[in-house]
Nanobody, 124 residues
Framework: QVQLVESGGGLVQAGDSLRLSCAAS????????MGWFRQAPGKEREFVAR????????YYADSVKGRFTISRDNTKNTVYLQMNSLKPEDTAVYYC?????????????????WGQGTQVTVSS
């Protein structure tokens, strides 16, 4: 069993930066693919970024490529999402997710553990 707790969300202005953190419990965190997703009001949950167990393979959604950076520290059981040049359209609840089956997918249904989410609001 894995528990995920996100932190770092908040209210910022367009162009600002935020760093989200996701702390995981469980001894096998370092084996999991980790992903970040987001959900804006009235919209479906969408993929943001994913990182494999070693950090050697990373993939981003086109909407955040060049602005967001996903990373992980397996010694701290933590995955991060550095978000730069934020835009109002980045406003959403951001979720951390773990894929213990190693599908390495951008589909939410391939992730079997989820955090509670952290709100990011970007004002124009």
């Amino acid at each position: 069993q894995v528990q995920l707790v996100e932190s770092g969300g908040g209210l910022v202005q367009a162009g600002d930066s935020l760093r989200l953190s996701c702390a995981a419990s469980g001894r096998t965190f370092s084996m999991y693919t980790m992903g970040w997703f987001r959900q804006a009001p009235g919209k479906e949950r969408e993929f943001v970024a994913r990182i494999n167990w070693s950090g050697g393979s990373i993939y981003y959604a086109d909407s955040v490529k060049g602005r967001f950076t996903i990373s992980r520290d397996n010694t701290k059981n933590t995955v991060y999402l550095q978000m730069n040049s934020l835009k109002p359209e980045d406003t959403a609840v951001y979720y951390c997710a773990a894929d213990s089956m190693l599908y390495y997918s951008d589909s939410a249904d391939k992730y079997n553990y989820w955090g509670q989410g952290t709100q990011v609001t970007v004002s124009s």
